[in-house]
T-cell receptor, first 113, second 115 residues
Framework: EAGVVQSPRYKIIEKKQPVAFWCNPISGHNTLYWYRQNLGQGPELLIRYENEEAVDDSQLPKDRFSAERLKGVDSTLKIQPAELGDSAVYLC???????????FGPGTRLTVL | KNQVEQSPQSLIILEGKNCTLQ??????????LRWYKQDTGRGPVSLTI?????NTKSNGRYTATLDADTKQSSLHITASQLSDSASYIC??????????????FGKGTHLIIQP
């Protein structure tokens, strides 16, 4: 069974440019998470979806970040415009029920120059 | 405020030696505690999960303990191998309203195994 798939794996952009990350969760997993992980830190939640509904986006910087999960399956996280401080690894995770074991994707490493 | 503190921040040991990583939390009401292993350039992978009633759980050479009274957990690695070099993250789940669990992540312990 395929795990959580993320693309791209790496992205280098200049500041003020837009960028988008894509995540395909494990089949059947209704709960999807986006995290940001800075070097030497633990993951920090950006947004959590239950099916297509964003149930926790309190930590998402809404002035420049947006996310969607239109059909309750795969999801896209967008940053526009990117800032230098956005350089980090963006992790996607999914689980079959809230509070269940999370399965993480490999992450997208973003570098903003 | 829910918090998870891990120690040490980093650790270097020789191959074959044992080590113990610590996790202290102030998450309430407690639901469960997980230890994850994160290899460089990869996402975290679950090692163990413990609920309130469990005080020890093993996964191969990894043994996790939980003391819910003192709100402490440890991860013991026996006979370390080079492949154990990774970050180990403690994640504590709080039971929130509506049946959804809020998660609090520690910053992780960066473990290096030297030959």
């Amino acid at each position: 069974e395929a795990g959580v798939v993320q693309s791209p794996r790496y992205k280098i952009i200049e500041k003020k440019q837009p960028v988008a990350f894509w995540c395909n969760p494990i089949s059947g997993h209704n709960t999807l998470y986006w995290y940001r992980q800075n070097l030497g830190q633990g993951p920090e939640l950006l947004i959590r979806y239950e099916n297509e509904e964003a149930v926790d986006d309190s930590q998402l910087p809404k002035d420049r970040f947006s996310a969607e999960r239109l059909k309750g399956v795969d999801s896209t996280l967008k940053i526009q415009p990117a800032e230098l401080g956005d350089s980090a690894v963006y992790l996607c995770a999914s689980t079959s029920w809230p509070g269940g074991e999370q399965f993480f994707g490999p992450g997208t490493r973003l570098t903003v120059l | 405020k829910n918090q998870v503190e891990q120690s040490p921040q980093s650790l270097i040991i020789l191959e074959g030696k044992n080590c113990t990583l610590q996790c202290n939390y102030t998450v309430s009401p407690f639901s469960n505690l997980r230890w994850y292993k994160q290899d460089t350039g990869r996402g975290p992978v679950s090692l163990t999960i413990m609920t309130f009633s469990e005080n020890t759980k093993s996964n191969g050479r990894y043994t996790a303990t939980l003391d819910a009274d003192t709100k402490q957990s440890s991860l013991h690695i026996t006979a370390s191998q080079l492949s154990d070099s990774a970050s180990y993250i403690c994640v504590v789940s709080a039971r929130t309203g509506g049946g959804a669990d809020g998660l609090t992540f520690g910053k992780g312990t960066h473990l290096i195994i030297q030959p």
